[in-house]
């Protein structure tokens, strides 16, 4: 695949998220931005007057450092640039920005809404925006998005959207699947196991498993992959890998219980306990995290890496200019799906949402620029550039060169109920890693641990 231009090589992960986001390994991810407890809000534009259009509003926008795939630019220079052309077109709203950072921002905002102090604007994901409007902090967004939501997958909607109400505007995405490093493969003569000539690069699971017989069997010091269950970062790419590969559902359709204890799952739990046993995985699986697995595949002592996005090409950029990668060619493809089955892909979406501090005029002015960041002719497109991701809306296109970012738009239409929009995701999150530890160390069965995630993840997605 070509490399990225240098322009992509500051493009962080969340998200993995994370990841991510994320989510995944994103939250993880060393933070660019000062603490926003010890700086000063940033008070960008220029002053209001009431002569121009009414009474002058001022809204306060918070934003992760999510803006970086944007040249020499430092942190906040892009949010900056908009506030000045937004302040412009409308004299009578004044923002003022604060950047706050992946570590300790959501529980900064977690206490902006216990004490009923919260910012105006968010720029975040489903997995935290939706459990805000379950809680009854956000506006709705429907009207600012009624002549857009026909141009985003209905797959993609649902992850913004609770109780019938859309809670966030996306701005981009990020498709999550399986990078392999082809250059290794080249070296062993097994480049004609990967699907490379196949529509949408699918594969099974029979193919990815001879894949990682291949790299055992190479004589090489090189892992097939790796499996983490250290903590719940990642989480969701673990679980993907099992509902595509055995047609398992993590969540029933009203989000009411978890469902990812049937014979399916549990046969891919079991199917994953006997990879790792046999050496398909790298040992220590039970106190790994993902970026083990990001950084190992990174460093050349695995072929594969389950938990990877198109923007992991500038992280990897980021690593071999440190010196703590090597450097090779790798290229992206789906999980591997289920026999006549298509793939199931995690899409880490990330968005805006407006929050309800019982003001009209403030909330009018939020959702005005956020309409302006995602719609305006000279931001639609820069918006999702600046992120690095991948445009959500089908009549975004062409935003990138690099093959892995074109693939990526392929993935979007396999997107998975990663239960995103469930009710208290994150407390779900907290109950898979115990479970599937448990599983991998031989202190439960499949079953057992499956049933055990089922049943506490079900109690948390219920709570009130």
Request: with cysteine.
């Amino acid at each position: 695949m070509r490399k990225l231009s240098k322009l992509l090589v500051v493009i962080l992960i969340l998200s993995l998220v994370v990841v991510a986001v994320g989510c995944g390994a994103g939250d993880k991810a060393e933070d660019k931005t000062d603490d926003p407890d010890t700086e000063d809000t940033q008070d960008a534009g220029k002053d209001i007057s009431d002569e121009d259009s009414g009474e002058a509003v001022e809204i306060v926008w918070w934003q992760y450092p999510r803006y970086t795939n944007v040249g020499e630019k430092e942190v906040g220079d892009f949010e900056n640039e908009i506030i000045a052309d937004f302040e412009e077109e409308n004299p009578n709203i004044k923002v003022k920005i604060e950047m706050i950072p992946w570590n300790g921002g959501p529980e900064k905002v977690n206490v902006a809404i216990a004490s009923n102090n919260t910012p105006d604007i968010l720029f975040d994901y489903p997995g935290r925006i939706i459990g805000y409007g379950i809680q009854g902090a956000l506006v709705p967004l429907d009207d600012i998005m009624e002549d857009v939501k026909s141009e985003i997958p209905e797959n993609l909607l649902r992850d913004c959207q609770y109780d019938g109400k859309t809670y966030m505007y996306p701005n981009g995405a990020a498709a999550i699947g399986i990078a392999v490093n082809l250059d290794f493969f080249k070296e062993i003569g097994k480049e004609d196991l990967l699907p490379l000539d196949k529509e949408d690069r699918t594969w099974t699971l029979e193919e990815f498993e001879a894949v990682l017989k291949a790299v055992k069997d190479s004589g090489k010091d090189v892992y097939p992959s790796v499996i983490y269950a250290g903590n719940e970062q990642g989480d969701s790419s673990m679980r993907m890998f099992i509902q595509s590969a055995f047609d398992a559902e993590l969540i029933s359709d009203d989000h009411t219980e978890i469902t990812f204890n049937d014979e399916n799952a549990v046969k891919g739990l079991e199917w994953m306990i006997n990879a790792y046993k046999d050496g398909l995985f790298a040992p220590g699986a039970e106190s790994a995290v993902s970026m083990d697995s990001i950084e190992t595949f990174f460093q050349g002592k695995s072929a594969i890496n389950i938990i990877a996005s198109a923007q992991h090409h500038g992280l990897h950029e980021t690593y071999i200019a440190d010196g703590k990668a090597e450097e090779f060619e790798w290229v992206l493809f789906p999980p591997p799906s289920a026999e006549g089955k298509d793939p199931k892909a995690e899409v880490q979406l990330s968005g805006y949402c407006v929050f309800d501090n019982k003001d009209e005029a403030k909330a009018e002015a939020a959702k005005k620029l956020v309409k302006f960041i995602l719609d305006s002719d000279k931001y639609r497109e820069e918006s999702v550039k600046a992120t690095g991701q991948i445009p959500v809306r089908n009549t975004i296109t062409g935003l990138y060169e690099n093959e892995d970012y074109i693939f990526s738009e392929k993935l979007l239409k396999y997107a998975a109920d990663t239960a995103y929009t469930a009710n208290n995701y994150a407390g779900l999150r907290t109950k898979w890693y115990p479970n599937i530890q448990g599983a991998l160390t031989d202190k439960m069965t499949a079953q057992e641990a499956l049933d055990a995630f089922a049943k506490e993840g079900t109690e948390e997605i219920n709570k009130k």
